[in-house]
């Protein structure tokens, strides 16, 4: 990603901020995104799998946004599934958030790799630094309420958005999906960002 579309995708990202997002404590939460100490904006999905470069956090937390907000707008959602009309501000929170627990987790090394010339040479790589040991969506939920509240909803979508892909109970997770229909809603947007848009991922996701 060159720094012109990094860039880019950072001014969207507080564009649909500034625009959705005004409960108390959004503007606090957005400061220290922006702050000296995170590094949101610049740092990767994952280590090797999708978005696995600089921007790669942000360009996914953008890609589930568009997803969730299109899969929300379809009639089926209402008619057959009976889920309620979820505020601009709720999609925008659990998509632009559900990924938080990847800010500063991830930091870079180097390693002895041959080039295009058989030459040895160092080479960068992302390994995960995890500061703050406390899973991956509860991790999320966790920053999040650090600087503003969570309503219910908000909070189990972005608990369980790994669904069936992460490493707790199965009947826990099916109960949850079938009890908060947003949850359901914010992993198909996660896994259609991670599959389609961003490339495959391994057994973790990470």
């Known amino acids: 990603m060159t720094d012109q579309e990094l860039q880019a995708k950072k001014e969207e990202f507080l564009s649909i901020w500034d625009a959705c997002v005004k409960r108390p404590g959004a503007d606090r939460l957005r400061e220290y995104l922006l702050s000296e100490a995170s590094d949101f904006f610049t740092a990767p999905a994952s280590t090797r799998y999708h978005g696995a470069y600089a921007g790669g956090l942000l360009e996914h937390s953008l890609n589930v946004y568009h997803n969730l907000k299109a899969y929300l707008e379809r009639d089926r959602c ?25 800010m500063n987790f991830y930091t870079v090394d180097y390693r002895n790799a041959k080039n295009e010339k058989g030459v040895w040479e160092k080479v960068p790589f ?70 389609f848009l961003e490339g495959s991922v391994g057994a973790s996701g990470k």
Request: hydrophobic residues 40%.
């Open 126 to 195: 992302y390994k995960i630094d995890d500061r703050l040991p406390y899973g991956h969506g509860e991790k999320s939920v966790l920053m999040i309420q650090f600087f503003m509240h969570l309503r219910t909803e908000e909070a189990m979508a972005i608990r369980w958005h790994m669904g069936f892909s992460g490493p707790e109970d199965q009947n826990t997770i099916g109960r949850a999906l079938e009890m908060y229909p947003l949850a359901f809603a914010l992993h198909v947007a996660d896994m259609e960002a991670t599959y």
């Open 78 to 102: 209402r008619e057959v599934y009976g889920m309620k009309e979820y505020s601009e501000e709720t999609v925008a929170v659990c998509a632009l958030l559900h990924d938080l627990c990847k």
